[in-house]
């Protein structure tokens, strides 16, 4: 399926990060390098101490940059930016994560825009740190999705008027969830295509065995990771069950 250069000026790009300025310089750069324009890229810097603002605006002058002064999590800048940006398509990338062409992204835009029930698609997630060849994939399928991952998704606009933001007491994991549970009682569907893919640059054997973390430096520790996605497990039977 060929795409359509009109969708692709209607993208917003929203990142949010906080102190990892080599992973973000990656992404912006791949952003570009498939046709993307710096004023596409709005990024939120969640109080970084490692001097991320000024080497964004140093490097990238039109990129929009919101800079916390205190920090507020991935969710709430991921609404803030969602609230405050224009465009007709929303696309949420992680600081460590990447689409392979402009081909892939034009396809997606097209394969959400052909149905007006269809409101989020969500790239299918490689998660390594080696490079991703498009060729180890064959063409695939469009499918209905339960849900959708956070590090390479698009949202419409016209899905956000209808749901809503994010629930900010998710705090990390279990938001995408709850918006895809919010998405089909409002009518609206989650799609995928297997060949479409997002590269979350992310060593899962590293991370893992960061059993504690340090979250100001935006590591995660595996035994807060499981706790809260233990309390969000509960949180959306609580909310969505009678």
């Not at 000024?54 to 803030?80: A, L, S």
């Not at 419409?156 to 938001?175: N, V």
């Not at 060593?203 to 340090?214: A, C, V």
């Not at 430096?217 to 807060?224: A, D, P, R, S, T």
């Amino acid at each position: 399926m060929k795409g359509d250069n009109n969708f692709l000026s209607e993208v917003v790009v929203i990142i949010t990060t906080r102190n990892r300025i080599g992973e973000l310089l990656i992404t912006i750069r791949k952003c570009l390098e498939i046709g993307l324009q710096q004023g596409q890229l709005f990024i939120t810097d969640d109080s970084s101490t490692d001097g991320t603002p000024e080497t964004v605006i140093k490097h990238f002058p039109d990129v929009v940059i919101q800079i916390n002064t205190v920090q507020y999590g991935y969710i709430h800048n991921r609404n803030f930016m969602m609230k405050n940006s224009l465009g007709r398509f929303i696309l949420s990338l992680d600081d460590d994560s990447n689409l392979l062409s402009r081909s892939d992204l034009e396809e997606a835009l097209q394969l959400l825009d052909s149905k007006k029930q269809y409101g989020i698609f969500g790239f299918m997630p490689v998660e390594q740190l080696a490079t991703v060849n498009k060729s180890d994939f064959s063409n695939g399928e469009v499918f209905l999705s339960k849900w959708y991952i956070g590090c390479g998704h698009i949202i419409k606009r016209s899905t956000l008027d209808k749901i809503g933001l994010y629930r900010e007491e998710f705090i990390f994991y279990g938001e995408e969830i709850d918006f895809s549970v919010r998405c089909f009682k409002a009518g609206l569907f989650v799609i995928s295509k297997s060949d479409l893919i997002v590269h979350h640059r992310v060593n899962y054997k590293d991370r893992n065995n960061n059993i504690k973390g340090d979250k100001s430096k935006g590591e995660y520790g595996i035994l807060w990771r499981s706790e809260l996605a233990m309390a969000n497990s509960l949180t959306h039977i609580l909310i969505n069950f009678p």
